[in-house]
């Protein structure tokens, strides 16, 4: 199994991008089985969570993209996906996918977001 991230651009703030990560090899139960979340690393800063969506399609986000942010998945193409919406420069970061799955932990390869001012 791997996770191929995309969609990570330069924009100005108040934008909007779009990532995606597909899980290429896996198999549709597992897929939808998983949980699944992106997280972002800022320069000189630990990983973090952004948002996460479970197996049961409930969602849970940090306060600061509350609002900005929605994770999806799309099962057909094993593929999730983060709408970033009124970007801001603190959302400066490669932003990482990641899906769980009992005691697999597979990790995308990171694309990197720039939000200037």
């Known amino acids: 199994v791997q996770l191929q991230a995309s969609g990570g651009g330069s924009v100005q703030a108040g934008g909007s991008l779009k990532l995606s990560c597909k899980a290429s090899g896996m198999i549709l139960s597992t897929f939808t089985g998983s949980r699944k979340a992106w997280y972002r690393q800022a320069p000189g800063k630990q990983r973090e969570s952004v948002a996460e969506?479970?197996?049961?399609?409930?969602?849970n986000y940090q306060d600061s993209v509350k609002g900005r942010f929605t994770i999806s998945r799309d099962n057909s193409k094993r593929t999730v996906y983060l709408q970033m919406n009124s970007l801001e420069p603190d959302d400066t970061a490669v932003y990482y996918c990641?899906?769980?799955?009992?005691?697999?932990?597979?990790w995308g390869q990171g694309t990197l977001v720039t939000v200037s001012s």
């Open positions: 990641n899906i769980k799955f009992a005691s697999w932990d597979y």
């Open positions: 969506l479970s197996s049961g399609g409930s969602t």
